[in-house]
């Protein structure tokens, strides 16, 4: 009963913010998700991401193998999916990207401060800077069908990354004043994203869910068996372990359908993926909380 009470207090602050968003777009109110997701993702998640680098505590070597397990876990994902993709004879273009990105921002960086506190915050951290520059690259190359490489260095993410792992390398800290105001900053990204995806979400429109079914099991039973595997393979210490098996099985990422859109792939079916995974997502991470926890 204390696990599951546990799991509890851990999943529903996520969801309850996230169905805050999609209510709030179905009763017809404004909600401007490009301003909002732009200051996010220039301004509050790199403001967190720096700071929680920089005043980790985690040891360096713990950090160091959690970073090349994360490296490995992602391109062992995603060649696993494309030995899938094309046995399924599946477009591509279309689901390749959705069935290796998942949303590690937006759902994986709340859960894990939810259930690992400040220690989880900068491995899930780690997670999230690794899997967002292999989206900028690899990612983008798989809907689009050519390089991004020149993204990647105009991502506020990836400086945020940079200069928090510089700082934590050297020992430096920042002034007070702007610790404490990029830390303000910082804090606003979890609200602000769970409440985006919420947005996003009420905002999709799909036609194919059937196929969009099985693929969304489909990917977080081969994520959940891969990041365990790479968690052991690893020897990760309990919190290490338990943020790369839930960042791995966090369901699919909404700039997957951007991505679609944007390039003129199947972004209806994209869509599909999107909200299925997110529903699935409400019983499955329960359940790989209370396997990690």
Same mark, same amino acid.
């Given at each position: 009963?204390?696990?599951?009470?546990?799991?509890?207090?851990?999943?529903?602050?996520? @969801?309850?913010? %996230? =169905?805050? !968003?999609? &209510?709030? *777009?179905? +009763?017809?109110?404004?909600?401007?998700?490009? #301003?909002?997701?732009?200051?996010?993702?220039?301004?509050?998640?790199?403001?967190?991401?720096?700071?929680?680098?920089?005043?980790?505590?985690?040891?360096?070597?713990?950090?160091?193998?959690?970073?090349?397990?994360?490296?490995?876990?992602?391109?062992?994902?995603?060649?696993?999916?494309?030995?899938?993709?094309?046995?399924?004879?599946?477009?591509?273009?279309?689901?390749?990207?959705?069935?290796?990105?998942?949303?590690?921002?937006?759902?994986?960086?709340?859960?894990?401060?939810?259930? @690992?506190?400040? %220690? =989880?915050? !900068?491995? &899930?951290? *780690?997670? +999230?800077?690794?899997?967002?520059?292999?989206? #900028?690259?690899?990612?983008?190359?798989?809907?689009?069908?050519?390089?991004?490489?020149?993204?990647?260095?105009?991502?506020?993410?990836?400086?945020?990354?940079?200069?928090?792992?510089?700082?934590?390398?050297?020992?430096?800290?920042?002034?007070?004043?702007?610790?404490?105001?990029?830390?303000?900053?910082?804090?606003?990204?979890?609200?602000?994203?769970?409440?985006?995806?919420?947005?996003?979400?009420?905002?999709?429109?799909?036609?194919?869910?059937?196929?969009?079914?099985?693929?969304?099991?489909?990917?977080?039973?081969?994520?959940? &068996?891969?990041?365990?595997?790479?968690?052991?393979?690893?020897?990760?210490?309990?919190?290490?372990?338990?943020?790369?098996?839930?960042?791995?099985?966090?369901?699919?990422?909404?700039?997957?359908?951007?991505?679609?859109?944007?390039?003129?792939?199947?972004?209806?079916?994209?869509?599909?993926?999107?909200?299925?995974?997110?529903?699935?997502?409400?019983?499955?991470?329960?359940?790989?909380?209370?396997?990690?926890?």
């Amino acid at each position: 009963m204390n696990l599951l009470l546990t799991v509890f207090e851990i999943v529903a602050p996520v @969801f309850i913010l %996230a =169905g805050i !968003g999609f &209510a709030w *777009i179905k +009763l017809g109110f404004e909600y401007r998700l490009q #301003f909002v997701t732009r200051f996010a993702m220039t301004l509050a998640v790199p403001s967190l991401i720096f700071v929680a680098l920089m005043q980790t505590e985690i040891p360096g070597g713990d950090l160091s193998r959690f970073t090349i397990a994360t490296i490995v876990a992602n391109l062992v994902l995603a060649a696993v999916f494309w030995v899938l993709v094309r046995m399924l004879k599946l477009d591509q273009r279309t689901y390749l990207s959705p069935l290796i990105f998942g949303n590690t921002g937006n759902l994986g960086l709340p859960l894990c401060i939810f259930a @690992f506190g400040q %220690a =989880g915050l !900068g491995y &899930a951290v *780690i997670f +999230l800077s690794v899997t967002a520059l292999f989206s #900028f690259t690899y990612g983008i190359y798989l809907v689009a069908g050519k390089g991004a490489h020149g993204q990647v260095i105009r991502q506020p993410m990836v400086w945020a990354t940079i200069l928090g792992a510089l700082f934590l390398w050297r020992g430096w800290e920042t002034p007070v004043f702007l610790t404490n105001t990029l830390d303000l900053l910082g804090q606003m990204a979890v609200p602000l994203m769970l409440v985006t995806v919420g947005v996003a979400i009420a905002r999709l429109t799909t036609r194919s869910l059937g196929r969009a079914v099985w693929l969304s099991l489909l990917k977080v039973a081969v994520c959940f &068996a891969l990041g365990w595997f790479v968690a052991v393979a690893f020897d990760l210490e309990a919190i290490a372990f338990g943020v790369l098996v839930l960042q791995m099985c966090t369901p699919v990422a909404v700039t997957s359908y951007l991505l679609a859109e944007r390039f003129e792939a199947d972004a209806d079916a994209v869509a599909g993926m999107v909200m299925v995974s997110t529903l699935v997502s409400v019983a499955t991470l329960p359940l790989v909380l209370a396997l990690v926890l």
